[in-house]
């Protein structure tokens, strides 16, 4: 136990084994910090087994590369990834039945795959052109800043109250899982070269209270869904 049970400062981590982030109190971190840079390599694990720990930064800066590893939340117990900066190039997020909270700056790009409940709660969130996200379970946008480029979601969206999704001008979001929209959330886009498109056999729900429960601003979409 303790409040602190890790940091890695000013180094640089290159992780293909396992990692366990464990303590008996809960709410404890492994730090990022000075300049560090931890690589979560292809077969690498990095497993959250004690409940509320996080991955995070308090001197700046740090980073977290996930290029193939897998990021896991293990026996029922909640997680955040809060580092300075998160690359999300490939590999695997799993949230197993709890929530995984992305609260810090996050870059998305290739094919990576989130499994479960995803929360991006703070920062800012970048979709480069051309990532593909998969996963069953649903990817929510509930306090973050989020910009995507031409982007395909096979993983459920949805804009917790208050929200927007920002779709980068000349570029097409495509939702093949869905989107579920709260009140005074918003898809905005740069123009009508901005494109949603929600493919046949998909929903487009809006739900919450209020007077608005959803908008699309300055964009196209193309909806088959239902």
């Given amino acids: 136990g303790g409040a602190v049970p890790g940091v890695f400062d000013n180094l640089t981590v290159n992780n293909s084994g396992t990692l366990n982030l464990q303590a008996n109190g809960g ?10 840079v931890l690589n979560n390599l292809t ?16 001197s700046t800066p740090g980073t977290l590369n996930n290029s193939g590893g897998t990021i896991s939340l293990v026996g029922g117990v909640n997680g955040t990834i809060n ?54 379970g649903t990817l ?26 920002n779709i ?20 905005a886009g740069a123009g009508t070269t901005s494109v949603l498109s929600i493919p046949s056999g998909q929903a487009l729900t809006f739900s919450g209270g209020g007077a608005v429960p959803g908008v699309f601003d300055n964009l196209t979409v193309n909806n088959s869904g239902t």
Wanted: aromatic share 4%; charged share 5%.
């Fill in 140 to 165: 929510t946008q509930a306090g973050a800043t989020v910009t995507m480029g031409t982007v395909t979601l096979n993983k459920a969206y949805s804009l917790a109250t208050g929200n927007t999704l």
């Fill in 83 to 136: 580092p300075t900066t998160f690359n999300l190039s490939a590999g695997t997020l799993d949230a197993g039945t709890q929530t995984m909270t992305l609260a810090g700056n996050t870059n998305y790009s290739g094919s990576p795959t989130l499994t479960g409940a995803v929360s991006m709660t703070a920062g800012t969130h970048s979709f480069a052109d051309s990532t593909t996200i998969g996963g069953a």
């Fill in 27 to 36: 709410g404890e971190d492994l730090r990022l910090n000075n300049s560090a």
């Fill in 43 to 58: 077969g690498g694990q990095i497993r959250f087994v004690g409940p509320d720990q996080q991955i995070n930064t308090n």
């Fill in 168 to 187: 980068s001008t000349g570029d097409t979001v495509t939702l093949n899982a869905g989107l579920a929209l709260s009140t005074n959330s918003t898809v």
